[in-house]
C-alpha cells in the first residue's frame, strides 16, 4: 500500500470512527432533571417565545441565533475537486465549522442544497434567515457565486460573506500592504497581472482598488488567455476587466510588472518570466497544493522578489483562516447587519499592522524561529498567532459600529478584548504548536511495543506526517504480518529484534556498556546479556548511545517495569534527585499541567518542592508561564495536619529557590481553579487575578485518581505521563493508549529531544570556551 492510499484510509478512519462526522450539537443549559426539562422545553419554554414575539430582536437574548453561523453549499465547486454535489461537499462543509469553533467559538449548522438554480439557492437561503446570526457561503462556482452573495446581502438583515472570494481578497491584500511598503512602491502607481479570473480572483482586483490600485493597471488572464475586449462570450463580471491589449501573452504582460498574483493552476509562471518582472517585484502564487511557480524557483531567479504562497511550509502563507473566524466574530459581537466593504479594509488592516508587531514566543516556537519579525519573510501573521481573534475581531466590530451597520456597540474595548482571549485560552494553542515545532525538526524515535497494532499505525502516522523517523523493536516477521493484516505500509521503518542475530553486535556493545554502569549496583555480566534481549533495555541502550534521539514504551507494561530501565540506564539530570510524572489536558480555557500523577507515592516537602521545580522548568518548555496551585484539603494553614504542613513546607521551599516562580499552597482545587473565590476569600494569594495552568498534587493516589477522573468523564484532550527529570528523553504511554495518544507522546517526545539536544549543545560549548579559556591564561 502507497502512501498516498495510507492517507486516504486514516483520512477515512478519522471521519468514520466513532461517531461519524466531526461536529456535534451539546446543550448548553442543565438538562438533568425533570425542573430542568420544563424549563428547556414544556411549559418553560412558552415564556421566551412570548418574548421574542413581542420584540423579534429578543431572539438574540434568550437562543443560540446570536453566535450561530450556517455554512452553506451546493458542492458545485469543492476545494480542487469541482462539482462533485451536495453530500460530497459535506464533509469540507463540517471542517469548516470546525475551524470556526476552534479558533473564535462560533457555532456552526452545515447545510448543504441540492440545487444548482441560483435563484432558487437564493431563496432558500433568505427563509433560513431566523435561524441563523451570519451566513458563510462556500464552495459555490462561479459565476452564479456572485449573484447569490449579491443577492443575499440585499434582501437578508445578517451577515452574509463568501469566503471563497473575500477570504483570499483579505489576507492577501494585507500581504501585499506589506510587501509594497517593503519594496518603497505605490499601490496607484504598481502594475498588476493578475492570473486567474475566478471569484478569489475577482475579489482580489476589487479589494486592491478599493485601497487604491488603478483598474487600468491591471491586466487579467483566464484559462483561455488575457481578457481584453475583443473576447467573445466573456459573462457580466468578466467583461469590466476585459481591458488587456489583444492577444498579449503571460509573459509578455510580465515585462515590467510590479505584481503577480497567481490563482490558477501550479508552474505556469518560470524564472525567466519573474526576471522580466520590474525592480523589487512581489509575487503571489496562491494555487493550492502547488503554486503557479515555486518558492525556491521564484526566490532564486531574484534575490529581491518578496513571495507569497498557499502553503505552510514556506514564509509568508496567504491563509484564509487568518480571516473568516475573526470578521465573522466581529460582526456577530456588534450584531451587525452585513460584512461591509469598511469591515473587509479593516480586517486587511489590522491584519498587516499586526505583522509589524512583535512576535509571541509561542509562534516562533511553533515555527522553529528565534525571533520572527517583520520584512519580506514575514508580512501577515501566522496562522497560529493566538493574538488573531483579540486584534481582527475588535478592528471588524468597530468598522461595523462607523460605517453604521451595527445593532449593539461596545464601550469597553479593553474587557471585549479580554472576553475574546478568555473565549478559547489565550494559550491554548499547545497541540498546534507542538505539531509545528516537532515538524521543524523531527527526530529519530524508537518504539518499543513495535508488536503492537495501535504503535505501527501510530508509527506510520509520525512519519508520514514529518514528526519524526520511527522505528520498531520486536519480531520482524510478527511486525510485518501484522501490518500486512491491518494494510499498513512500513516498509520504510527499520524494524529492530534485539535477540536477532542481525543485533548481537549491538547488543553486545550495550551489555558491555550497561555492565559497567551497574556492575557495583548488583548486576552480572550474564543478567545484563539477558537484560539486553528486552526491548526496554534495548531501546534505552539506543538514546543513551545516541542511536536514536528518544524512545516511547509502557503501552503493554506496568508503569514502574516500564520505568526502571530509563532510570538504570540513562538515569537522572544534573542536580536532580527523582524523576515525576506529569499529565498536560486540554480544556477549554487552555491547558492545564497535572503532577506528580504517576511516580512519587509519598514524597517528602523536598521532593515535592523538587517535583514543583521539575514541572514549571517543563512548563516554561512549552513557552507558558507556569502558575501553580499546590493542593491540600485544607487552605493556608487551615490545617495543622502533617500532610497539609507538608504541602505549606514545600512551598516555602520552591520560593527560596526560586523567588520569581508563580506558586502558592496549600489550597483546595476549588480555590485553586475559581479565581472570584481565591479573591474573595484569600486576597493574599499570589495567584489572585492568574489562571492557574498547573496543578501540584500532594502524592501520587490523589494525582492519579484525579487525572483519570477527568480522563473517564472530561471531553478533554490528554497526553501523557510525561517524564520529568530524565537526562535524555523516554516517555512512557498508559496502559491501553490510543492511537491518538500515541502520536501526540510522540509530539512530546520529539520535542523534548530538540529542547535536550540545544541544552547539550549549549553546555559543550560553555565547556569548549572555559577550556580555551583556561589554555590562554596558561599560555
Request: aromatic share 6%; charged share 25%; hydrophobic share 40%.
Amino acid at each position: 500500500m502507497s502512501k498516498k492510499d495510507l492517507r486516504k484510509e486514516l483520512a477515512l478512519e478519522y471521519h468514520a470512527k466513532g461517531r461519524p462526522g466531526k461536529i456535534e450539537v451539546i446543550p448548553t443549559k442543565e438538562a438533568k432533571t425533570q425542573r430542568d426539562l420544563s424549563l428547556a422545553y414544556s411549559p418553560g419554554v412558552a415564556v421566551p417565545c412570548l418574548e421574542i414575539a413581542e420584540n423579534v430582536e429578543n431572539v438574540y437574548k434568550y437562543t443560540a441565533k446570536g453566535n450561530l453561523v450556517a455554512v452553506i453549499s451546493n458542492g458545485t465547486a469543492v476545494l480542487g475537486l469541482g462539482d462533485i454535489g451536495p453530500e460530497a461537499g459535506k464533509p469540507v462543509m463540517e471542517g469548516k465549522g470546525v475551524l470556526f469553533k476552534i479558533f473564535a467559538d462560533i457555532d456552526v449548522f452545515d447545510i448543504e442544497i441540492n440545487e444548482k438554480d441560483p435563484v432558487k439557492f437564493v431563496e432558500i437561503v433568505q427563509a433560513l434567515e431566523p435561524t441563523f446570526g451570519g451566513i458563510n457561503l462556500e464552495d459555490i462556482k462561479a459565476p452564479g457565486c456572485f449573484y447569490i452573495e449579491r443577492e443575499l446581502k440585499k434582501r437578508l438583515k445578517i451577515p452574509v460573506m463568501h469566503d471563497d472570494q473575500h477570504g483570499t481578497a483579505i489576507i492577501s491584500a494585507a500581504a501585499l500592504l506589506n510587501a509594497l511598503e517593503i519594496q518603497k512602491k505605490k499601490i496607484e502607481k504598481a502594475k498588476f497581472v493578475v492570473n486567474g479570473a475566478g471569484a478569489a480572483a475577482m475579489a482580489c482586483v476589487l479589494l486592491y482598488q478599493q485601497m487604491g490600485a488603478k483598474p487600468e493597471n491591471f491586466i487579467m488572464f483566464d484559462s483561455k488567455g488575457a481578457l481584453h475586449k475583443g473576447r467573445t462570450g466573456l459573462d457580466d463580471i468578466k467583461a469590466p476587466f476585459a481591458i488587456a491589449p489583444k492577444d498579449i501573452s503571460l509573459e509578455d504582460a510580465l515585462k515590467g510588472a510590479d505584481v503577480f498574483i497567481g490563482l490558477s493552476a501550479a508552474n505556469v509562471l518560470n524564472g525567466e518570466m519573474v526576471k522580466s518582472m520590474a525592480k523589487n517585484p512581489i509575487v503571489f502564487a496562491m494555487a493550492n497544493p502547488d503554486p503557479e511557480i515555486s518558492w525556491e524557483e521564484a526566490t532564486t531567479a531574484r534575490k529581491d522578489v518578496i513571495m507569497a504562497t498557499g502553503r505552510s511550509d514556506y514564509p509568508n502563507q496567504v491563509n484564509n483562516v487568518l480571516g473568516f473566524p475573526y470578521i465573522f466574530r466581529g460582526a456577530l459581537d456588534v450584531r451587525a447587519t452585513q460584512i461591509n466593504t469598511q469591515m473587509q479594509l479593516a480586517a486587511v488592516k489590522a491584519l498587516a499592522e499586526m505583522a509589524k508587531t512583535p512576535v509571541p514566543d509561542i509562534v516562533n516556537l511553533a515555527y522553529n524561529q528565534n525571533n520572527m519579525h517583520f520584512g519580506p519573510e514575514y508580512i501577515i501573521p501566522k496562522p497560529l498567532d493566538p493574538r488573531l481573534l483579540s486584534t481582527v475581531a475588535p478592528a471588524v466590530a468597530k468598522a461595523a459600529m462607523d460605517s453604521g451597520v451595527a445593532k449593539i456597540h461596545i464601550e469597553n474595548w479593553e474587557q471585549y478584548e479580554h472576553d475574546l482571549n478568555k473565549r478559547l485560552g489565550l494559550d491554548n494553542q499547545v497541540l498546534r504548536v507542538l505539531g509545528a515545532k516537532a515538524r521543524s525538526a523531527p527526530k529519530r524515535i524508537v518504539f518499543a511495543e513495535g508488536e503492537n497494532v495501535n504503535i505501527l499505525k501510530a508509527a506510520q502516522i509520525v512519519l508520514d506526517e514529518g514528526i519524526g523517523y520511527p522505528t520498531l523493536l520486536g519480531d520482524v516477521r510478527k511486525i510485518q504480518e501484522l501490518a500486512d493484516v491491518h494494510k499498513l505500509d512500513i516498509s520504510d521503518i527499520p524494524v529492530i529484534n534485539p535477540r536477532s542475530d542481525e543485533a548481537k553486535a549491538k547488543r553486545e556493545e550495550y551489555v558491555n556498556l550497561f555492565y559497567k554502569k551497574r556492575a557495583r549496583k548488583g548486576y552480572t555480566k550474564e543478567e545484563a546479556s539477558k537484560l539486553m534481549e528486552d526491548r526496554n533495555h534495548f531501546g534505552c541502550m539506543m538514546v543513551e548511545c545516541g542511536d536514536v534521539d528518544c524512545m516511547i514504551s509502557g503501552l503493554t507494561k506496568r508503569y514502574s517495569d516500564a520505568i526502571r530501565p530509563a532510570l538504570q540506564i540513562i538515569g537522572t539530570e544534573d542536580g536532580v534527585k527523582k524523576v515525576a510524572g506529569m499529565y498536560l489536558i486540554m480544556t477549554s480555557k487552555g491547558p492545564l499541567f497535572l503532577a506528580d500523577t504517576t511516580v512519587n507515592i509519598n514524597p517528602t516537602a523536598e521532593e515535592l518542592a523538587e517535583i514543583v521545580l521539575l514541572t514549571a522548568k517543563e512548563v516554561a518548555a512549552f513557552n507558558i508561564t507556569p502558575r501553580i496551585a499546590m493542593l491540600s484539603y485544607s487552605n493556608f494553614g487551615s490545617s495543622n495536619t502533617p500532610e497539609a504542613q507538608l504541602v505549606s513546607k514545600a512551598r516555602e521551599l520552591v520560593k527560596q529557590k526560586d523567588p520569581s516562580l508563580i506558586v502558592d499552597g496549600e489550597m483546595q482545587a476549588n480555590v485553586a481553579l475559581n479565581n472570584s473565590l481565591l479573591k474573595e476569600m484569600y486576597p493574599f494569594s499570589e495567584l489572585v487575578e492568574k489562571e492557574v495552568n498547573t496543578l501540584i498534587f500532594p502524592n501520587l493516589a490523589s494525582g492519579n485518581i484525579t487525572y483519570n477522573i477527568l480522563k473517564e468523564i472530561g471531553s478533554t484532550d490528554a497526553i501523557g505521563p510525561i517524564l520529568l527529570g530524565l537526562k535524555k528523553p523516554v516517555h512512557l504511554l498508559q496502559l491501553g493508549s490510543t492511537v491518538n495518544n500515541i502520536v501526540n507522546m510522540a509530539l512530546i517526545a520529539v520535542t523534548d529531544a530538540q529542547l535536550k539536544s540545544a541544552a547539550m549543545s549549549a553546555k559543550a560549548g560553555s565547556e569548549a570556551g572555559k577550556n580555551q579559556g583556561n589554555t590562554k591564561k596558561k599560555k
